[in-house]
């Protein structure tokens, strides 16, 4: 219910973008301190949506002092990389890779090599762009991407997506999973006060979380997000653990059978 609600808006509404912020207590951009980016992988849950945006932070050793730095760390870690958590996944091209960038006022060209060929549908084809759009832009001041295929101009990409010119982020509604964990991240160590910080497209802005030790659920509830759908909110909520191993999982309600839906859920130490 709650999807076809989201999705019945999405005509109607105009599309709609999230910051990227970095990391508290990150540092000033150097080459020497390894520095955190914004990078975007796609997540698939068995509700029937396809594959869907998500966030993770890395930290790289390249340089990100400049604009340039910045958006060649983002899309390399995203076509070179593994996202840390294994439910995340890129949709590019295995052997893809970043050839070159530049950058012309708020335009980043994107030049991307061995990946002329990909064998997806047209929505996986959308999204697996959009991964790279979502990933470039989260870079202060760049808010279109051009992409070039071996060094030369192309007109369209795996006979699903127009290239002939610039490509901005989709609607939040059509790009982005309805519920994350942005943090903690998976494989994170984190103290005993656990802070969930989360992000979601809910309908009444309501997202549930629950933290497993083992089987044992020891905490559960729900947040309500700063914004409703069809935008996305986020919304934190700290928690206090015992040192062990958990599971730290988001979600939606249906409203027809109370099942989970949209899952997102990550490992992480507390100690």
């Known amino acids: 219910m709650r999807v076809l609600v989201c999705l019945a808006l999405t005509a109607t509404l105009a599309a709609c973008t999230v910051a990227d912020p970095a990391p508290t207590g990150s540092s000033t951009p150097s080459a020497a301190v390894k520095q955190p980016v914004a990078v975007y992988y796609a997540l698939t849950t068995p509700e029937g949506l396809g594959p869907r945006l998500v966030r993770e932070f890395h930290r790289v050793q390249e340089p990100t002092d400049s604009v340039v730095g910045q958006v060649r760390a983002a899309a390399s870690q995203m076509l070179s990389h593994n996202a840390l958590d294994p439910d995340y996944a890129n949709l590019w091209p295995n052997g893809a890779k970043l050839l070159n960038v530049s950058i012309a006022g708020n335009t980043a060209t994107v030049d991307i090599g061995g990946a002329t060929a990909n064998n997806v549908g047209a929505q996986a084809a959308q999204i697996a762009v959009q991964q790279l759009v979502w990933t470039v832009t989260a870079v202060p001041n760049i808010d279109s991407v051009k992409i070039l295929l071996d060094g030369a101009p192309a007109t369209e990409l795996w006979g699903h997506v127009d290239l002939s010119k610039p490509l901005k982020r989709a ?101």
Do not use: C, M, N
Request: proline share 4%; aromatic share 6%; net charge negative.
């Open 171 to 271: 609607s939040a509604l059509d790009t982005l999973a309805p519920v994350w964990l942005i943090s903690p991240q998976h494989g994170d160590r984190v103290g005993r006060e656990v802070t969930l910080h989360i992000a979601g497209i809910a309908f009444e802005a309501t997202v549930h979380y629950q933290v497993r030790f083992g089987t044992q659920v020891v905490k559960e509830g729900f947040v309500t997000l700063d914004k409703g759908a069809p935008q996305q909110g986020e919304a934190k909520q700290t928690v206090t653990l015992e040192p062990g191993d958990y599971v730290i999982a988001t979600f939606l309600v249906s409203s027809e059978d109370a099942e989970k839906e949209h899952l997102d859920d990550h490992s992480v130490t507390v100690g």
